[in-house]
């Protein structure tokens, strides 16, 4: 059994961001990179601006979902959370790789200065200021704020013309990348590597990208603001195979539902594939209305939150509509395994899918549920599972809101329960 990580993904990031640097550091002896004042904040600055660009190139390379991708960090959610990182990262990076370069020549001439600051004839300098202003403006958006998801797609969008006039300022700007060809020859094979795939998702997903084309079947309003879909395969050779615990993007062919969103699965097959939606903004409110016969397209599967992978016995925690998941993982639960199901919601009215589990229950042996009702029975917590089930060797999955995942491994974690045990899944939307 091998368990799930993201070290590779992490160290090969890292390598490809930082390779820049070693090319850099054989054009010049250190004792001309370093010395006074000049020196240091100007190659400072050059390493921050290489450093940058790479990082923001990896970030676009992650988010292209290949499956490598998957595999490399562990589960698709895991390689979205550092392709945030590396690109908040990259954003700060760049930021300061003008105001050295500037720097280091305001002792000498706040004039010359103020030129790498400022538009002027230089137009690689110019292209230079115009991507930094058009990451910033978009990273603080999509970092720093939160966006809906239709919105936040549609500023990752346009973080590929930002790099691509980022790209042209460091191979046209008068620096150590116009004279030292093997850096040079390591940008443009990283930025086209990067550019290629972010169209390949962002502009031409829709040719090339494998799909699964859906029919929706049926609509189901349930309690608590749930909608269930049921969709069937329009080919019934062209069925999207999963584990149970996998998640999809579905994009459905609607004006009104254009983007491509993840979900987890309800069901254990792919015919038919339903997933529950809790309505919680505009694209799922608009989920009910979806005419029956509707098409979609389905892309994946993704993730490793897949319970078969990992031993028993185990503990599953469920908060909310993070259910989902867990349902497919029961229904396909073949041989007699311990695990006890801790489904977290607020009163008996939100418990939407308490019944069908209670019926799992009763045919699988050795699955027990646990409901825990948060309104009187209190804030769910490490204390309340090791009251019922034991922790210690055991695996450990949880889907819910992410501030209760956060919160519920760090109480784990403090009963000597490590990482390598706990498995999430954490994408939300709106």
Not at 174 to 180: A, E
Not at 279 to 305: C, K, W
Not at 378 to 399: H, M, Q, W, Y
């Amino acid at each position: 059994m091998r368990r799930a990580t993201n070290l590779p993904g992490i160290i090969i990031s890292l390598a490809f961001s930082l390779a820049p640097v070693t090319f850099w550091l054989t054009q010049k002896p250190l004792n001309q990179r370093f010395g006074n004042f000049i020196l240091n904040a100007t190659s400072t600055g050059q390493i921050l601006g290489l450093v940058g660009l790479s990082m923001f190139a990896v970030s676009l390379i992650i988010s292209s979902r290949l499956k490598i991708i998957d595999s490399l960090f562990g589960g698709m959610n895991r390689a979205y959370i550092i392709h945030h990182i590396f690109g908040s990262v990259a954003l700060i990076l760049l930021l300061f790789h003008p105001l050295l370069l500037a720097a280091a020549f305001f002792p000498v001439s706040w004039h010359r200065s103020a030129l790498l600051l400022l538009p002027g004839t230089d137009w690689a300098i110019n292209l230079g200021i115009t991507a930094q202003l058009l990451l910033i403006s978009l990273l603080l958006l999509t970092v720093y704020r939160e966006l809906p998801y239709h919105l936040w797609r549609a500023t990752h969008k346009f973080l590929g013309l930002t790099f691509f006039i980022g790209g042209l300022h460091s191979l046209f700007v008068t620096s150590d990348t116009s004279v030292n060809l093997p850096l040079r020859y390591y940008l443009i094979t990283l930025s086209v590597t990067a550019l290629l795939l972010h169209l390949y998702r962002t502009v031409f997903g829709r040719f090339f990208v494998p799909r699964f084309r859906y029919t929706v079947q049926k609509v189901n309003s349930l309690e608590n603001h749930i909608v269930e879909l049921e969709l069937i395969p329009k080919n019934p050779d062209r069925v999207l195979r999963f584990l149970p615990g996998q998640f999809m993007f579905i994009q459905f062919l609607s004006p009104r539902l254009g983007e491509s969103h993840p979900f987890s699965i309800l069901s254990n097959s792919g015919n038919p594939l339903i997933l529950a939606v809790k309505s919680l903004g505009d694209y799922t409110n608009r989920l009910r209305d979806i005419p029956i016969g509707g098409q979609a397209l389905v892309e994946g599967p993704f993730g490793r939150f897949i319970s078969a992978n990992y031993p028993y016995p185990q503990i599953w925690i469920a908060g909310g509509i993070g259910i989902t998941p867990f349902i497919s993982m029961a229904e396909g639960l073949t041989v007699p395994a311990s695990v006890d199901l801790y489904y977290v919601i607020k009163d008996p009215g939100e418990a939407v899918y308490l019944g069908v589990l209670q019926k799992l229950a009763s045919q699988k042996s050795g699955f027990r549920i646990f409901p825990h009702f948060s309104k009187n029975q209190g804030r769910f917590t490490a204390e309340t599972i090791i009251s019922n089930s034991p922790v210690s060797d055991k695996e450990i999955f949880l889907c819910g809101p992410p501030p209760m995942m956060h919160s519920l491994r760090l109480q784990l974690n403090k009963l000597g329960i490590r990482n390598s045990h706990i498995h999430s899944e954490e994408f939300s939307l709106d």
